[in-house]
């Protein structure tokens, strides 16, 4: 599955939590932009993982937090990668 249609997933679950967002553009940072609380942020987490298996968004959240990258496109690219690494 690539980044791009992980990527759609993505918004789809965030605006059924959020329907007040309208959109969810892919530079958006979950937490800044979007003002995704812990609450949220974990049955986000909780939906990838039931849609795409075990994938363990710890290291990810925590790199991008701290450096501000914590976008929807890069949340997207990494369970791209991820779910690769686990298919090779």
Known sequence: MNAHTIE???AE???AACPELGTVPSD?????????????LTSLFASVKAEFGHVSLAPWFIAASNSGTDTVG?????IADR??????
């Not at 979950?30 to 609380?37: A, E, N, Q």
């Open 8 to 10: 759609a997933l993505l």
């Open 13 to 15: 679950e965030i605006l």
């Open 28 to 40: 958006a940072s979950l937490t800044g932009d979007l003002g995704l609380d812990s609450l949220t």
């Open 74 to 78: 890069s949340l997207a690219a990494f």
């Open 83 to 88: 779910l690769a690494a686990r298919a090779a």
